[in-house]
């Protein structure tokens, strides 16, 4: 054996232990083109792989030294060479590219001055699947017969990783799946209540969960609008499919329509290329609006036509593209009272209340306080180390008083923190620092419920300074949904200091 062919077999015996122990596709490829590369002392490379997607039949999926992306794509698109080695399964080699007949007609090779060329399949039980390209202008003769049967071999040995590659991240990703499965089936099963207003609300989740219906879920802040949604979706015949969320309060109105509708290259100022919507993006899916109410007027109607002709339009662009998307939307609003206002639209709102499902506040479902408080306080026992085992009589008894106006949200954030902070395996009274606002109070003021949520919000921002942020952590809400009441309200930033 001669110490080529020797530097060869020991070279090939070292790639494929490397190669081998990568289970990254990308990695890999990047990884066989350096080796190829090195070894054979080429100028240029790229490795293609085969892709029904491309109109090409190929694409290029890694590259060196030709500048560009593009650059690596034009030549592949051009190249006569990777269209004879994909077709026919054939290595190709010559010695001489600009004198060799059988690339005569090549402009690509001639404009770019090319000397040198070895192709070789990437083939994987009988099949090539893509292929090796290198070449070099600099030398004549750059690569030879004993080049060409080691690369052949080597391409042998990537194809079979590649493949490895494909097979570990398909069964990477079926394992998500179910694991996502598993999880939705624990997320259904975790939204936790015995109460009868809560089972009712359950039993229409349940019936709509295989159907295609827009469900319109109603209730405050706090009581776990998106949970449902994402239930409704995780455990129906959508669930292998995205679930794209989107907070229609919380997005300003110029750019709700571009994130929602996706928008057309030179539609505005700074659209250097096509993008799709999140509409777009949830295709087969199910697409979740929450705060749906606070949709713009112009939105309004283009969201009525996605669900009456199951289409859309890109800001900018003339052409109307089929979308298949399931609907489910949220509000804490009272819609019947923002269609008399003009607010909203009449027709839209029958469009997306084909089922409804209102999730009732915590404080008119006290059955479910005790589970809950138990649930969250496991919860929070399991996140942050902690032997919590129970909750004192005189604490429950403080919980079950409580108004809970930040609903559900609020409880949990309130045990989270007393488990956090107790000193041991129950939770005293002491440990909630619940701040007790008592019916008396609010009988003998004689507000309503809307009036009197604003007044124990401006109240918790005296106490905070004016910080929001502590503000909606006391109240146990979202800082996005006190800036909207505040905002709501017509509270101006410098009297609650909003910038802390």
Known sequence: MTEPQRDNFTVLYEIAQRINSILDE????????????????????????????????????????????????ESAASSSVINNVLKSGEPVLTFDALSDER??????????????????????????????YLDSTKSRGMFNTDTMKFLAVFGNLAAVAVE??????????ENTRLQSEISSTNLFQGIIGKSKQWKEALDLVQRVIDTDVSVLITGESG????????AVHSQGKRRDKPFMAINCSAIPEQLLESELFGYKKGAFTGANADKKGLIEYAEGGT????????????????????????????????ETRKVDVRIISATNKKLHEEIKAGRFREDLYFRLNIVGIHLPPLRDRADDIPVLASHFMKKACQTHGRNVKSIASVAMSKLLSHPWYGNVRE???????AVVLSRSEELAEDDLNLEQYSEE?????GLTLEEFERKLVERTLNETGGNRTR???????????LQYRLKEWGVPKDSSNGSR
């Open 26 to 73: 990308e990695e890999l490829l990047e990884q066989v083109l350096e080796n190829a590369m090195s070894h054979l002392d080429a100028e240029r490379g790229y490795i293609v792989m085969l892709d029904e997607s491309d109109q090409r039949g190929f694409s290029v999926v890694v590259y060196r030294n030709f500048g560009s992306p593009k650059d690596a794509n």
């Open 103 to 132: 690339f005569e007609a090549s402009r690509s090779i001639v404009a770019q001055k090319i000397l040198s060329i070895i192709c070789v399949p990437l083939r994987f039980q009988e099949e090539t699947i893509g292929a090796i």
């Open 164 to 173: 490895n590659a494909k097979r570990y991240a398909r069964l990477r990703s």
């Open 223 to 230: 009581t776990g609008k998106e949970l449902v949604a994402r």
């Open 287 to 318: 697409l979740f609006l929450d705060e749906v109410g606070d949709l713009p007027a112009p939105l309004q109607a283009k969201l009525l036509r996605v669900l009456q002709d199951k289409e859309i339009r890109r800001l900018g662009d003339v």
């Open 411 to 417: 409880l949990q954030n309130v045990i989270e923190r």
């Open 441 to 445: 109070e609010l009988v003998q003021t």
């Open 471 to 481: 503000t909606a952590e006391k109240l146990g809400v979202s800082l996005r949904w």
